[in-house]
C-alpha cells in the first residue's frame, strides 16, 4: 500500500527544511518560480516561521512511503468563500 503524508512547514524538522531549501534552489525548480534567485538558509528559515502566523497561506512537503516526493503550496486562502490558489 501506498501512503502519502503532507507535513506542514511550520512542523519540519531541521533536516526537512534543509531538503526543501535545496528542491527549491535547484535549478530546474527555480527557474520556474516567481524570485529566480537563490534563497540563504536564514531567509528560508526566516519564512518558515512567518507562515506560523500567514493563515492565507499552507505550504506542505509531500512524502510517499516516508520518501520526500515533493511539495504543494495553497495561497490566497479565503476562509469565507473556500477558495485557495495551489
Known amino acids: 500500500m501506498k501512503i502519502i503524508s503532507l ?3 511550520i512542523d519540519l524538522t531541521v533536516s526537512e527544511k534543509l531538503a526543501v531549501l535545496a528542491m527549491r534552489n535547484h535549478p ?7 524570485n529566480q534567485s537563490d534563497i540563504s538558509e536564514q531567509e528560508h528559515f526566516q ?3 512567518l507562515l506560523k502566523n500567514d493563515f492565507t497561506k499552507q505550504y506542505f512537503l509531500v512524502k510517499k512511503n516516508g520518501t520526500t516526493i515533493g511539495t504543494i503550496n495553497f495561497i490566497k486562502i479565503d476562509y469565507q468563500t473556500r477558495c485557495a490558489e495551489f
Open 7 to 9: 507535513i506542514n512547514y
Open 28 to 34: 530546474n525548480i527555480k527557474c520556474w518560480m516567481y
Open 47 to 49: 519564512y518558515i516561521e
